[in-house]
């Protein structure tokens, strides 16, 4: 089974956005790339996003991620914590510890395409 379906699949994503984007939102060093975005899109990007992260059946037909993030300048300290707070996401709604190891398994793969700035 994946991630996405064990966590209660799209019911469960709409609750993780919800926590998820205050988390991300009210995080210094994380804000000032969201903050530009239109929130309407940016619930729909995380909701890709996620899609991505957690293995979901969507089939995901947005922009490849290297193409998606080019040019915003993402810092490995941006990456970690992005992912971090997906993490504290997922345990406040029961996930347990081994799949939130996935998860990270599956983000950190990306890394590669994603950051741009090496400090
Ligand atoms: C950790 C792995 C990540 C995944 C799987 C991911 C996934 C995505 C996806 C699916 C989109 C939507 C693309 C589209 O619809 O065209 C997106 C857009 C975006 N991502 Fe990420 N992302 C990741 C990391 C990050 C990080 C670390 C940052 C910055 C701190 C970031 C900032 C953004 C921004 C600002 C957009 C909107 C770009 C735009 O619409 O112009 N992402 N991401």
Redesign the pocket.
């Known amino acids: 089974m994946s991630l996405y379906e064990e966590i209660g699949g799209d019911a469960a994503i709409t609750t993780v956005i919800a926590d998820y984007w205050q988390r991300v939102s009210a995080d210094p060093l ?1 804000s000032s ?2 903050s530009t ?1 239109d929130s309407t ?2 619930r729909f ?1 995380l909701h ?2 996620l899609t ?2 957690l293995d979901g059946p969507e089939n ?1 037909e ?2 490849s ?1 290297r193409h ?2 080019a040019g ?1 300048k ?1 810092t490995h300290q ?2 970690d914590l ?2 971090v707070r997906l993490g504290e996401t997922l345990a406040a709604i029961g996930v347990t510890p081994e799949n939130i190891l996935r998860m990270d398994a599956r ?1 950190t793969m ?1 890394r590669p395409v ?1 950051v741009e700035v090496h400090h």
């Open positions: 994380l790339w969201f975005i899109l940016l990007h890709a996003y991505v992260a995901y947005g922009r991620m998606a993030h915003l993402v941006a990456f992005l992912v983000l990306l994603i």
